[in-house]
């Protein structure tokens, strides 16, 4: 009997779980999937959580509900991976032994990383919205609050789901102007990047929007420090920026057991081949979503397409073959924009996100890098498409590879 | 693209001024672009420069350069102002570093 482990059960891991055991068969692979926790959360939901449109029911199920009759399923903190003896070590000593591995452990935010981030004012006057317990407690916070200098800051590069903050402050803007208060509270947006977004067209098309809803963008301060009894965020060349309320997006981070298992750079994360998804060090360990180092978006969507491609190349390194299929960056990214509207961004490793329609060209029915009502609705019912048919490895009715139809070029 | 001569050799250069053939870069050319963003280059500079130059496969960001051993961020922020890591690597003579979101 074969072995093939997986090492989380978040999206991808589950993903693959449901994948593999379709298609192998059952008298010859042993399926075993680890996670330390056993609730799943809808992470894109969080972000609704502040303003009170969802709340902590709409984004948890157990796990097991969507780990596929015969795979295995440990819940357990892993202690570290030993790939040189093709092992896997769990805390409390098990052993697990494979041939194969799929590290799916994620990101995670780290407030710690950040003097005075995790302070007097945690929870107090400075929420994250990326756990439930941060967004919970900022539904807390919104509910009563008068108004005042609002900053949204980003903390470090790489994040999970980079339009997140942008949605953020978007849904704040609506949120406080139906509370009547919206001339009370000033949004600022505070990112160490050089603009609203990466790549230029979407920059400018995500600036000139946060320019009408009147949230002021501070660019390329990359944060050093939180200064609690003063209220400020400091910069290393020495800026400050004063808040009544903080919300942050902490420092990203891989599982410590990637560091513990000597497989991480400076942040955890596991230098991965970006087209076969295959682990640098190890011929037999692959990689999937978060985990990795792949130079594009940490973001569901992405996982969604590279677990195809991992799939393709699973099956070729079971047979011994050559991996064959390549990943290729492939992000799909909605945007809420607010009052019933949103935006939506489709990208790869070589293209940035174009304006257009998507998926048909000409057709749509979402409109690409437009403000549109339904792209909202597109988010709205994505939550029903990833409960029932993403996580269990369904087929959905879009194209695995970005394509260039539907997308205007200039 | 377009053609700019630095330190008296002719270089492909980005619309940003990146130098696109890294391997045609030289201390004269670094010496040169640091100049025009108002730098003037010493041995820490070039300690930075080469630690860029090395890892420029690894991936870049400032924590990286931060814990390199030669400067802290902040002190990597006093000796490329502004915005570090561009400034820096285009100094170096290597891409841009690109952001991945």
């Avoid at chain 1, 539904?139 to 953020?168: H, N, Q, Y």
């Avoid at chain 2, 377009?2 to 201390?27: C, H, M, P, R």
Wanted: hydrophobic letters at 40%; proline letters at 5%; one cysteine or more.
């Amino acid at each position: 009997m074969k072995k093939i482990l997986i090492l989380g059960a978040g999206t991808g891991g589950t993903i693959m779980a449901n994948k593999l055991r379709k298609s192998l068969d059952r008298e010859d692979w042993d399926i075993t999937i680890v996670d330390k926790h056993k609730t799943h959360y809808y992470q894109p939901g969080f972000l609704f959580i502040p303003f009170g449109i969802y709340n902590k029911h709409d984004v948890i199920k157990p796990k097991a509900n969507f780990i596929p009759a015969g795979v295995n399923i440990i819940y357990s903190d892993v202690d570290k991976i030993v790939g040189e003896e093709n092992k896997v070590l769990l805390e409390g000593g098990k052993i697990l032994n494979y041939d194969f591995l799929i590290v799916a452990t994620g990101t995670r935010v780290d407030p710690t990383e950040t003097p005075g981030l995790k302070d007097e004012l945690w929870y107090k006057e400075i929420f994250d919205f990326y756990t439930v317990d941060g967004a919970v407690a900022l539904r807390d916070f919104f509910e009563t609050w008068k108004g005042g200098r609002l900053v949204m800051s980003i903390a470090e590069l790489p994040f999970k789901c980079p339009v997140a903050p942008l949605e953020f402050v978007f849904l704040a803007d609506e949120y406080f102007t139906k509370a009547g208060i919206r001339d009370k509270v000033d949004i600022t947006y505070v990112t160490p990047l050089p603009g609203a977004f990466t790549k230029p067209i979407a920059t400018k098309m995500l600036g000139n929007l946060l320019k009408e809803k009147n949230i002021t963008v501070i660019p390329d301060f990359y944060l050093e420090s939180v200064d609690n009894k003063e209220k400020k965020i400091k910069s290393y060349d020495g800026q400050e920026i004063p808040f009544d309320v903080l919300t942050i997006v902490p420092v990203n981070k891989g599982d410590d057991m990637i560091e513990r298992s000597g497989m991480g750079d400076d942040l955890n994360f596991i230098p991965t081949d970006k087209h076969t998804l295959r682990s640098e060090k190890y011929e037999n360990v692959f990689v999937l979503g978060d985990a990795s180092n792949i130079p594009t978006s940490k973001a569901g969507s992405v996982v969604h397409f590279a677990a195809e491609v991992l799939f393709d190349n699973m099956m070729c390194a079971i047979k011994g073959r050559e991996l064959r299929a390549k990943f290729d960056g492939h992000a799909n990214c909605y945007i809420e924009t607010g009052f019933g509207k949103g935006s939506l961004i489709d990208f790869n490793y070589e293209t940035e996100p174009l304006p257009g329609t998507y998926p048909l060209p000409g057709v749509g029915p979402f409109g690409l890098l437009q403000n549109t009502k339904m792209n909202h609705y597109g988010k709205v019912i994505f939550r029903w498409i990833y409960w029932h048919m993403l996580l269990k490895g369904k087929e959905l009715p879009i194209e695995n590879e970005m394509s260039m139809a539907g997308k205007k070029k200039s | 693209m377009a053609q700019k001569t630095i330190a008296g050799v002719n270089l492909e250069v980005t619309d940003e001024g990146y130098i696109v053939d890294s391997s045609q870069w030289t201390e004269e050319i670094a010496k040169e672009i640091a100049k025009e963003e108002g730098i003037e280059l010493n041995d820490k500079h070039f300690e930075v420069i080469k630690f860029i130059r090395d890892n420029v496969d690894a991936g870049l960001t400032i924590r990286k350069i931060g814990k390199s051993g030669i400067v802290d961020i902040k002190g990597f922020y006093d000796l490329f102002p502004g915005g570090p890591l561009k400034v820096s690597t285009k100094i170096a003579g290597i891409k841009k570093p690109a952001s991945c979101i």
